[in-house]
């Protein structure tokens, strides 16, 4: 708003001022009254640009990360830390609670018995970066007896941090539907905020009065963990005290909590290639691309009534890998026409064939 208010155009105006007043006096760079005036435009102009700055930062569409998290919580909208990932570990024999394992660069500690051999553990660094290796854990201390450790699954994803934008469309999206006592947006608010949780779908008396089905995705927009789901149960409304107000739940909503699917899609595909490449040399590229667009597909299924896998789409991204000079007649299991999926369903990647 003040951007073309300049030192220049702030000491032209001063001037013109004296010379109004007296057209005899000189007002030429060098002269006394030049010389007086010019230290205090350079203070004026540093005082535009900070009322600038703070007419930026006083409303949510352009304020900076830190005073846009000030806006927020005025509306009681917090900023998601970032969490850390819960893995299952699995051991030849039974280790102690609170042992540490590392794998790579990350260290792991042991929070929690599955079963037999089989471990809770929650990487000891937030963030996203807990959800990726797998593989042999070396453990920090001694245990006797130990002769194999394995990190397998994702139980809970990590998240990062909130990006900035993200919380400023929440912050937006909080004028238009107001969470309050088990209504939708209440329930969207309160299950999207929990650690792992990327997603969720309320569906309200699903099988009859004060039924509420919840249905999420993980963090990573792929088919939550039955631990994700038991966590999420737990701190909404536990099945051993169904309805009665012991969780998030008000009292006398009986919530069942589930998962999204998965639904392989078998992709049939008609590719030219460019001299010397063949299926062979771009089948990693293009089962890349396709990975790339079902995850945005997932990423949005929230806001979706149904994810549609549009042919279009699939086409458009794989004539930009290398080595692809064109690609027709895509078929979507079986069919020559989109492939639009259950109001519960995510795609993933089946059977890819290429003629």
């Given at each position: 708003m003040?951007?073309?208010i300049?030192?220049?155009?702030?000491?032209?105006?001063?001037?013109?001022?004296?010379?109004?007043?007296?057209?005899?006096?000189?007002?030429?760079?060098?002269?006394?009254?030049y010389?007086?005036?010019?230290?205090a435009?350079?203070?004026?102009?540093?005082?535009?640009?900070?009322?600038?700055?703070?007419?930026?930062?006083?409303?949510?569409?352009?304020?900076?990360?830190?005073?846009?998290?000030?806006?927020?919580a005025?509306r009681?909208?917090?900023?998601?830390?970032?969490?850390?990932?819960?893995?299952?570990?699995?051991?030849?024999?039974d280790?102690?609670?609170?042992?540490?394992?590392?794998?790579?660069?990350?260290?792991?500690?042991?929070?929690?018995?599955?079963?037999?051999?089989?471990?809770?553990?929650?990487?000891?660094?937030?963030?996203?970066?807990?959800?990726?290796?797998?593989g042999?854990?070396?453990?920090?201390?001694?245990?006797?007896?130990?002769?194999?450790?394995?990190?397998?699954?994702v139980?809970?994803?990590?998240?990062?941090?909130?990006?900035?934008?993200?919380?400023?469309q929440?912050?937006?999206?909080?004028?238009?539907?107001?969470?309050?006592?088990?209504?939708?947006?209440?329930?969207?608010?309160?299950?999207?905020s929990?650690?792992?949780?990327?997603?969720?779908?309320?569906?309200?008396?699903?099988?009859?009065?004060?039924?509420?089905?919840l249905?999420?995705i993980?963090?990573?927009?792929?088919?939550?963990?039955?631990?994700l789901?038991?966590?999420?149960?737990?701190?909404?409304?536990?099945?051993?005290?169904?309805?009665?107000?012991?969780?998030?739940?008000?009292?006398?909503h009986?919530?069942t909590?589930?998962?999204?699917a998965?639904?392989?899609?078998?992709i049939e595909l008609?590719?030219t290639?460019?001299?010397?490449?063949?299926?062979?040399?771009?089948?990693?590229?293009?089962?890349?691309a396709?990975?790339?667009?079902?995850?945005?597909?997932?990423?949005?299924?929230?806001?979706?009534?149904?994810?549609?896998v549009?042919?279009?789409?699939?086409?458009?991204?794989?004539?930009?890998?290398?080595?692809?000079?064109?690609?027709?007649?895509?078929?979507?299991?079986?069919?020559a026409?989109?492939?639009?999926?259950?109001?519960?369903?995510?795609?993933?990647?089946?059977?890819?064939?290429?003629?």
């Amino acid at each position: 708003m003040f951007e073309s208010i300049t030192f220049e155009t702030i000491l032209q105006r001063m001037l013109d001022r004296v010379t109004a007043a007296n057209p005899n006096i000189d007002t030429r760079e060098g002269s006394l009254i030049y010389t007086a005036l010019a230290p205090a435009a350079v203070e004026l102009q540093n005082m535009y640009i900070q009322l600038d700055t703070i007419l930026n930062e006083t409303f949510a569409d352009t304020a900076s990360r830190e005073y846009l998290i000030k806006r927020a919580a005025e509306r009681g909208i917090n900023v998601k830390k970032a969490t850390k990932a819960i893995r299952k570990g699995e051991f030849n024999i039974d280790v102690p609670i609170g042992s540490r394992f590392s794998l790579n660069l990350l260290n792991y500690t042991v929070i929690e018995k599955i079963s037999n051999g089989v471990f809770k553990l929650e990487c000891e660094t937030a963030g996203s970066v807990g959800n990726g290796d797998s593989g042999t854990l070396l453990p920090i201390q001694f245990i006797n007896g130990l002769t194999s450790a394995e990190l397998t699954d994702v139980l809970i994803p990590g998240e990062d941090e909130e990006d900035t934008e993200a919380l400023r469309q929440r912050y937006f999206n909080s004028f238009s539907s107001q969470a309050f006592g088990g209504n939708i947006a209440d329930y969207k608010q309160k299950v999207g905020s929990m650690a792992g949780v990327g997603g969720v779908k309320v569906y309200p008396a699903w099988n009859g009065g004060g039924t509420v089905k919840l249905v999420i995705i993980d963090s990573t927009h792929s088919v939550p963990s039955s631990t994700l789901i038991d966590a999420v149960q737990t701190a909404i409304d536990p099945t051993v005290n169904a309805g009665q107000g012991v969780g998030l739940a008000p009292i006398g909503h009986v919530v069942t909590v589930t998962g999204v699917a998965a639904t392989p899609v078998d992709i049939e595909l008609n590719i030219t290639y460019q001299s010397g490449w063949n299926w062979v040399t771009v089948q990693s590229a293009v089962h890349g691309a396709i990975d790339a667009y079902f995850k945005e597909l997932s990423a949005t299924w929230q806001d979706q009534d149904s994810v549609v896998v549009r042919i279009s789409q699939l086409e458009n991204r794989l004539l930009d890998v290398p080595g692809i000079v064109d690609v027709m007649e895509t078929k979507l299991n079986g069919s020559a026409t989109n492939l639009v999926l259950g109001a519960d369903e995510i795609p993933i990647r089946g059977t890819v064939v290429a003629s």
